[in-house]
């Protein structure tokens, strides 16, 4: 059964019924521009990552302001934006199983589509859907740079994009070299080293596939926390940051070189609570819980009153502890939250609540909320 949005178009936000998932337009607008004439400036590709945003609105508005396409994450995610009109994604991920990739042949056959691969086994999985749905597949190979997650070792690179290069129903469409623990880096010089590593490790791969005569036309990678240093490492030719559209308290916590201006990208999501219970002087409680926001990155921020700090979430409840400092809290008071890691936070909620000053002026659909197969 499907769940009315929590507000209407001309709503005023007082009146929006919590928990919401709120969009502040003209930060996030302001994101959106930044970001786009940044890396238009530096000739090369943005394209962003959907996984946080779930959201074919969203993934159009990037696209119009210059973007060459999308990212996302699960077939499931690229198979509601393509159903909604986005024609050019990249599955930054492996495609393992047999109905996974049997569906992921099937989109292909819709929209451009790209997925990555580490196994051997997986590419001849592929080869095999690929030739009996009559078509040709565009893989990138994976290669660990850091992160230890997903991605063949440096030195096996070479021999996986051959086996795709000779596979009759497949194309080497280039490398897939994302350093995810290297975006919430803390230190500014840190995280540039660790991309520095990153860039190195994948400049020899594209020499090596040179060498054995294997073109290498896209390196794709980068996130908001590190994005500026894959963009002038002269390696990479595609940007793949994603939360920078909304930012959330775990990327406020990274440090930037005094010569960058400060917040460059803008707080534009929010989680919107009510005051629901005022049980004793120093606490309140709010209708923000575990079922509204994710706390894998630690606490959300109070807006407008950090002498507050909120506590011990709950399914549906959420404690503020109160200092001196503290504003003044009562029965229904509304207020907004900065939630600690915007992605998962954004798959718990079925519609975007977009306000520019205090009035509702769009709903938006979470497109591909649940699409995690």
Not at 342 to 353: A, F, G, K
């Amino acid at each position: 059964m499907g769940v009315d949005a929590p507000a209407t178009v001309g709503t005023l936000l007082r009146d929006v019924d919590t928990p919401a998932l709120l969009v502040d337009l003209d930060v996030f607008e302001s994101n959106l521009k930044r970001m786009a004439t940044d890396v238009s400036a530096l000739s090369i590709d943005l394209r962003p990552h959907a996984k946080t945003h779930k959201s074919a609105d969203i993934a159009k508005a990037q696209i119009e302001s210059g973007a060459v396409g999308v990212c996302c994450q699960k077939v499931s995610e690229a198979e509601a934006l393509v159903e909604a009109g986005i024609s050019d994604i990249l599955i930054t991920n492996e495609v393992v199983g047999t109905r996974k990739i049997d569906r992921l042949a099937a989109l292909s056959k819709r929209a451009k589509i790209v997925a990555c691969v580490d196994n051997v086994a997986n590419v001849e999985a592929l080869e095999n859907a690929a030739g009996y749905s009559g078509q040709t597949l565009d893989l990138l190979v994976e290669v660990n740079v850091g992160s230890s997650r997903c991605g063949v070792d440096p030195k096996t690179a070479v021999a996986l994009a051959q086996r795709i290069s000779e596979s009759p129903h497949l194309r080497f469409s280039g490398l897939q070299a994302y350093h995810g623990s290297a975006q919430h880096v803390r230190e500014f010089a840190e995280r540039r080293e660790a991309i520095a590593s990153a860039s190195a490790v994948v400049s020899d791969v594209v020499n090596q596939l040179q060498i054995a005569g294997i073109q290498c036309q896209r390196v794709t990678g980068a996130g908001t926390g590190t994005w500026q240093f894959e963009a002038t490492s002269g390696v990479y030719t595609e940007l793949q940051a994603g939360s920078y559209i909304f930012m959330d308290a775990d990327y406020a916590r990274n440090r930037h070189e005094p010569i960058e201006q400060p917040g460059n990208f803008g707080h534009s999501l929010f989680v919107y609570a009510t005051v629901m219970s005022t049980p004793e002087p120093g606490r309140v409680v709010v209708d923000a819980g575990l079922k509204s926001m994710a706390f894998d990155a630690g606490m959300p921020l109070v807006v407008d009153d950090l002498a507050t700090q909120y506590e011990r979430p709950s399914d549906e409840h959420g404690n503020l502890i109160l200092s001196k400092a503290s504003m003044a809290y009562e029965l229904g008071d509304k207020l907004k939250l900065i939630p600690g890691h915007c992605d998962p936070t954004v798959n718990l909620h079925d519609w975007y609540v977009c306000v520019r000053g205090d009035v509702v002026e769009a709903i938006w659909p979470v497109t591909c909320r649940g699409a995690l197969f």
